[in-house]
């Protein structure tokens, strides 16, 4: 599924990287515990949803290779943030929708989970 098909599904706004929106993402993994996100082990192009909006939020996906993050409930993400992901190529959404919203929606499209 492309990132400008899934921002428009949860009414999000891209904050930072707009130039890769015409990426594809196979599976989606939704989890405020960052140490769950470090133990994913997939080849695939995974998209993190959480409501944990902060820079070890970013961290946790650069060393885990998540390209695209999705942050719930309305999170303002900071220009640090940005700052980092565009330095990693990637893609930060922000919903208002919640954390369960919005993967219900995506679950809805068929989008697979990790596991």
Known sequence: MKIEEI???ISGTVVEGEAF????????FASD???DVLTLRTDKSVMLITGLCN?????TCEMSDIKVVIFVRGKVVTEEM?????????????TNFSL???SGLLFNT??????
Do not use: F, H, W
């Open 7 to 9: 921002t428009s599904l």
């Open 21 to 28: 929106i015409d990426r594809e993402v196979d599976c989606a």
């Open 33 to 35: 515990l960052m140490s």
């Open 55 to 59: 820079m070890q939020t970013i961290r």
């Open 82 to 94: 940005k700052e980092l992901a565009a330095d990693n190529d990637m893609v930060l959404i922000t």
């Open 100 to 102: 369960y919203r919005t």
């Open 110 to 115: 068929q989008l697979p989970g990790v596991y």
